[in-house]
């Protein structure tokens, strides 16, 4: 069974937390790059993506970049985020639909979301695995959680459809 | 318009605030910041239909921002003044009761409202919100299908049927309503963009070629910043040649490189350091 680790957990959910902050009651996601082995994988970095229902098209336009970006800096991509619009961590349709997308990336690919229904002062967060490439199974040890203070930083991200709407924006770096 | 709220002069106030009734938008932080002061203090320099639409814009606005008592204020001297068996008035009290999540007491005052007047347009698009609200989209469907059938020239419920679907997955749904929106607003690009997207979900090789010509269409109604519509080209185009019916179609090569070149340009107007992710996008032969 592969371990999900990361060094970067602070950073990671501070994207996702303000991903979903610069879209109240909308849902978000994006994508998750990092690195594997055979019983590990280290997440490195989120990638917003999208805001509003997510179209097949943007899933799949923003992954050739995201997986170009991630090869340009030895990473992969190793999964994905989302945050529903009512804040509740649900594998519902629309998201399995993005996370099979993500698994023809990666056999073991992650799902990530943040449960803001439940979270108080700590954010908390909920996550799945492919588990090889059978069904989504919810990760019990994540290495993910985090004071909402610690992570909390007034700057926006900005996600691929922003830059579809000014090409100067930074999505992907 | 944001310079106009922040001059902070009562005309200007009252211009934003008017500015926003019109466009049937909502500000509700600058309403509730800008407008509540306006009607407390200087409601004098109202005229009596205005002061009465400000307060309802006020009120609407505390709502959304939670601000229970300026809510509970302005909707207690909106019944004074106007009663509340006026079927305007039930409507913001059925609001009220939505936003205390009290459903089943909303939808009753709606239900009354359209015993009253079956096409009261507010009260149905309530009812229909109030359906959404309680998770049945169902339900929501079914009452956005019935106010259609009344009001079949409201762009704004076709987007919110079409939304819904999309957000069920049922695409194939959600394509007559995008075409609704087309048959009324036919210059629009940004339909035509979005009726692309949905097409390119259904999935499949007329479906992605009827989405290419969509998003072509898009362009050519309106080239400057329509990046959306480039990439759906090239993403359309892509998915095309990955088909057997669309695998080598030379026609199909074409607009694909003629979209990536007009990215290129693009990038290298705006940020050239971007061009080098277009290498991301390779034809599949």
């Excluded at chain 1, 490195?44 to 509003?52: K, M, Q, T």
């Excluded at chain 1, 909390?152 to 090409?167: A, G, M």
């Excluded at chain 2, 169902?138 to 009001?151: Q, T, V």
């Amino acid at each position: 069974m592969v371990k999900y680790l990361s060094d970067s957990e602070k950073e990671i959910l501070s994207v996702i937390y303000r991903h979903s902050l610069a879209h109240p009651s909308q849902f978000v996601f994006g994508a998750l790059l990092g690195r594997s082995n055979d019983s590990k994988v280290t997440i490195e970095s989120a990638v917003p993506i999208h805001h509003g229902h997510p179209l097949n098209i943007f899933i799949e336009v923003s992954l050739y970049q995201v997986d170009f970006v991630a090869k340009s800096k030895d990473l992969q991509v190793i999964g994905c985020y989302f945050v529903s619009e009512d804040g509740n961590p649900t594998m519902s349709n629309a998201v399995i639909n993005i996370a099979e997308a993500f698994k023809t990336q990666f056999n073991n690919a992650i799902v990530l979301s943040l449960d803001l229904e439940s979270s108080g002062q700590k954010l908390k967060t909920k996550g799945w695995s492919s588990d090889s490439g059978k069904s989504w199974r919810e990760i019990s040890d994540l290495p993910f959680s985090g004071e909402f203070d610690s992570i909390h930083d007034d700057k926006k991200p900005s996600d691929f459809l922003d830059h579809l709407e000014n090409l100067q924006v930074n999505w992907v770096t | 318009m944001a310079d106009l709220w922040k001059s902070g002069s009562i005309a200007d106030v009252r211009e934003s605030l008017r500015y926003l009734r019109q466009n049937r938008s909502r500000d509700s932080e600058r309403v509730l910041k800008y407008g509540y002061p306006l009607i407390k203090k200087n409601s004098s320099s109202l005229e009596n239909i205005e002061l009465w639409e400000v307060y309802e814009q006020v009120y609407i606005a505390a709502l959304d921002s939670h601000n229970n008592s300026i809510a509970n204020e302005l909707l207690d001297k909106i019944i004074r003044q106007h009663g509340a068996k006026s079927l305007r008035v039930m409507t913001l009290i059925g609001m009220r009761k939505e936003q205390q999540e009290e459903y089943e007491e909303a939808e009753k005052i709606y239900g009354q409202i359209l015993a009253i007047d079956p096409t009261h347009q507010n009260a149905m698009k309530r009812q229909i919100a109030v359906r959404k609200e309680a998770g049945d989209l169902e339900g929501a469907i079914k009452l956005l299908n019935d106010y259609l059938k009344i009001f079949l020239g409201d762009t704004d419920a076709w987007l919110e049927l079409a939304d819904i679907f999309i957000g069920l997955q049922m695409y194939k749904n959600a394509l007559p309503c995008y075409e609704e929106i087309i048959l009324a607003h036919p210059q629009n690009h940004h339909i035509y963009s979005k009726y692309a997207e949905v097409l390119y979900s259904v999935g499949g090789y007329e479906a992605f070629k009827m989405a290419r010509k969509n998003f072509a269409y898009s362009y050519e109604l309106c080239e400057k910043g329509n990046h959306r519509a480039l990439y759906g080209i090239l993403m359309s185009s892509i998915s095309i040649a990955s088909t057997k019916q669309g695998k080598g179609e030379k026609d199909n090569e074409t607009l694909f490189h003629w979209a990536l070149d007009q990215l290129k340009e693009e990038y290298k107007r705006e940020d050239p350091s971007k061009l080098k992710f277009l290498d991301a996008y390779v034809l599949q032969e």
